[in-house]
């Protein structure tokens, strides 16, 4: 009999913020490589976070721990959101005196 391969437990992403992790108020402690992630990881943490805040009975330690980290998740978003922006603009080659504008649907 031959012994059975056993295969590796499926990977689990972390929830953002262990309800008992307390970080103090108005500390960056913990937010480290929100500014690494791309667009759509961090609109999966945002997600996770509001899961997570509306889920479980949380600490008031808790609950502003993940408040911060959802913010700093929604800060991280927009500026990406900015920056896309500022690269989609109009220019018109008829008129290279004007500035870009930015594309308004």
Same mark, same amino acid.
């Given at each position: 009999?031959? !012994?059975? +391969?056993? %295969?590796? /437990?499926?990977? #689990? /992403?972390?929830? @953002? #913020?262990? !309800?008992?992790?307390?970080? !103090? ?8 490589? $929100?500014? &690494?992630?791309?667009? %759509? ?6 997600? =996770?976070?509001?899961?997570? =805040?509306?889920?479980? &009975?949380?600490? $008031?330690?808790?609950?502003?721990? =993940? *408040?911060? %980290?959802?913010?700093?998740? #929604?800060?991280?978003? #927009? *500026?990406?959101?900015? +920056? $896309? ?6 220019? &018109? @080659?008829? %008129? @290279?005196?004007?500035?870009?504008? !930015?594309?308004?649907?």
């Amino acid at each position: 009999m031959t !012994p059975s +391969k056993r %295969r590796p /437990p499926a990977q #689990v /992403p972390e929830a @953002p #913020v262990a !309800p008992e992790e307390s970080i !103090p108020l108005g500390s960056d402690e913990g937010l480290d490589g $929100v500014d &690494d992630l791309n667009f %759509r990881e961090a609109q999966t943490a945002l997600e =996770l976070c509001l899961a997570q =805040l509306q889920a479980s &009975d949380l600490e $008031v330690e808790a609950m502003a721990t =993940l *408040h911060r %980290r959802a913010q700093a998740y #929604v800060n991280h978003c #927009v *500026h990406l959101l900015e +920056k $896309v922006e500022q690269e989609v603009q109009i220019w &018109d @080659p008829e %008129r @290279p005196e004007q500035p870009a504008q !930015p594309y308004q649907p």
